[in-house]
C-alpha cells in the first residue's frame, strides 16, 4: 500500500517535471528578440520618446502581472529600456517564472525580454517532491524514486533532454538503453546517472549510439 502510494506520487511529480519543463521552453515570438539578445541589449532608454513608451510597457505590465493568479506571491521588478523589458526579483516556481514573461511578451510595444527572475526549476520541484515522497513512506532511496528522479534529470539536460532513453533500477544498479545521436550525449547520460543519489553502479551497454546513413 505504501509503495502504490510512493509510485503514484512520482510518477505525478515527474509528469510535472516533463510538462513544466516544456512550458519554460516556449518560442519567442515572431519580431521580438532572443533571450540572449535581451540581455545584452543597452540598459537605458535612447530617447526621450522611447523613454515615455517604456514608462507606459512598465505600467501596464505590472498591472497585468499583479492581477495573474500565477504569479502570487511573486516578488518581481520591471524596468523597459527601448521596448527590451528585464524582469527581476523571485517566483515560487519556474511556470510562474516562464507566466510573467509571457505577459511581458504580450505587452504591446515589447521588443524583448531579458528574464533574470529567480525561481525554482521543475526539477527542484520534483527533487523535492520525490525526497518527501519517500519519506513520508518512511523508506529510503528506493529504485522507485532513483529511476523516476534520473528520468527526469534526463529530460532537465539541454544534452540529453530529446534522446529516448530507457531507464531501469535493480537494488541500485542503474541500466540505460536505448538510442541517442552522439557520443556526447551517451556520456553525458552516463555522467548524469553517475552522480545520481542512491545510484550504486551504471551500465550502459546496451546504449548506443545511432548509425548514420
Known amino acids: 500500500m505504501m509503495n502504490s502510494k510512493l509510485n503514484k ?4 511529480a515527474a509528469l510535472i517535471a516533463t ?13 521580438q528578440l532572443s533571450n540572449s539578445a535581451a ?3 543597452p540598459k537605458e532608454s535612447a530617447t526621450l520618446g522611447a523613454a515615455i513608451g ?6 501596464k505590465l505590472k498591472g497585468r502581472l499583479a492581477s495573474d493568479a500565477r504569479l502570487e506571491g511573486a516578488d518581481i521588478s520591471v524596468e523597459t529600456n ?13 511556470a510562474a517564472k516562464a507566466a510573467a514573461e509571457e505577459l511581458a511578451r504580450s505587452v504591446e510595444g515589447v521588443e ?22 519517500a519519506s513520508t513512506a518512511g523508506e529510503a532511496i528506493t529504485d522507485t524514486v532513483i529511476t523516476t528522479r534520473l528520468k527526469a534529470a534526463l529530460i532537465a539536460d539541454e544534452t540529453t533532454k530529446g534522446t529516448a532513453i530507457n531507464v531501469t533500477t535493480n537494488d ?34 546496451d546504449l548506443k549510439v545511432a548509425s548514420r546513413s
Not at 19 to 31: D, R, T
Open 39 to 41: 540581455a545584452e541589449a
Open 9 to 12: 506520487t512520482l510518477f505525478a
Open 172 to 205: 541500485g544498479r542503474v541500466t540505460l538503453s536505448g538510442q541517442v545521436s552522439s557520443g556526447a550525449e551517451r556520456e553525458k547520460a552516463i555522467s548524469i546517472a553517475t552522480r545520481t543519489d542512491g545510484v550504486k553502479k551504471v551500465e550502459a551497454g
Open 19 to 31: 510538462f513544466g519543463l516544456a512550458a519554460c521552453n516556449k518560442p519567442v515570438p515572431e519580431g
Open 82 to 94: 527601448n521596448g527590451v523589458v528585464t524582469l527581476s526579483g523571485t517566483a515560487k516556481a519556474s
Open 112 to 133: 524583448g525580454v531579458d528574464n533574470k527572475i529567480a525561481a525554482p526549476t521543475a526539477l527542484d520541484t520534483f527533487v523535492s517532491d520525490a525526497d518527501k515522497a
Open 54 to 59: 517604456d514608462t507606459g510597457i512598465t505600467a
